[in-house]
């Protein structure tokens, strides 16, 4: 009877010691739930910091885009400036697109008279500034052969070159002039000035006309 009640009292005690109790089997180790808990605050932080990456990245995004210049529409230069001068003109190259109207000014930095004139060209003259009338005086070349008094050639006037729809434009020395016009059709098209002598010392150029 006795070994009996020790046998029983041993096996309630074992049973006792393997039987879980409710709250202690839903109790943490304090150590683990510290420890759980910083992860979650870690995971937080971590997670506000990439959303915070997240807005910095489209804040500059967009910053960059608003900093990016915005495109002006560029304003196509159709005016051309050509200085005149002994023996010859600058740029004596002039690049030119059918069908645009440009404004063409001549200046006169020589110190005697010149023209430029194109007579193969086929353009539509729209405006012609006042011209100077061709000149009476020695042209360079003929002042330095000792060649008498020259005169440009005859029958290009302002009225005939608006007849013709071709470029003729005079300037007196340090005078500056204009033609605004279309040209008709393409090709290469030399111009030179008609005073005696000035296109034979190399005072000649060339219209490039595209399409």
């Known amino acids: 009877m006795k070994k009996y009640l020790v046998f029983l009292g041993l096996f309630i005690i074992i049973l ?6 409710d709250e202690q089997s839903l109790e943490k180790d304090p ?29 500059a995004t967009v910053s960059e885009k608003s900093q990016e210049p915005t495109e002006v529409e560029k304003v196509e230069d159709l005016t051309i400036e050509v200085s005149a001068f002994e023996m010859g003109y600058d740029p004596d190259k002039i690049t030119l697109v059918v069908g645009k109207e440009y404004e063409l000014v001549l200046t006169n930095d020589g110190k005697i008279f010149h023209d430029l004139t194109e007579s193969n060209l086929e353009v539509e ?15 360079f070349i003929d002042q330095f052969f ?20 071709n470029i003729h434009m005079n300037a007196n020395a340090g005078q ?28 000649v150029g060339e219209f490039i006309v595209e399409s």
């Open 16 to 21: 006792a010691g393997c039987s879980p109790n």
């Open 176 to 203: 500056t002039v204009s033609i605004k016009f279309i040209p008709k059709e393409t090709g290469e098209f030399e111009f030179y000035c008609t005073v005696p002598g000035h296109k034979e010392a190399g005072m």
């Open 125 to 139: 003259i729209t405006y012609m500034s006042e011209m100077a009338d061709h000149s009476d005086e020695l042209s």
């Open 31 to 59: 150590s683990t739930v510290q420890q759980e808990q910083e992860q979650q605050v870690e995971q937080q932080e971590q997670q506000e910091q990439e959303g915070l990456q997240e807005v910095d990245t489209n804040d």
């Open 146 to 165: 000792g060649i008498q008094t020259v005169y440009a050639d005859e029958g290009h006037d302002k009225k005939k070159d608006d007849e013709m729809n």
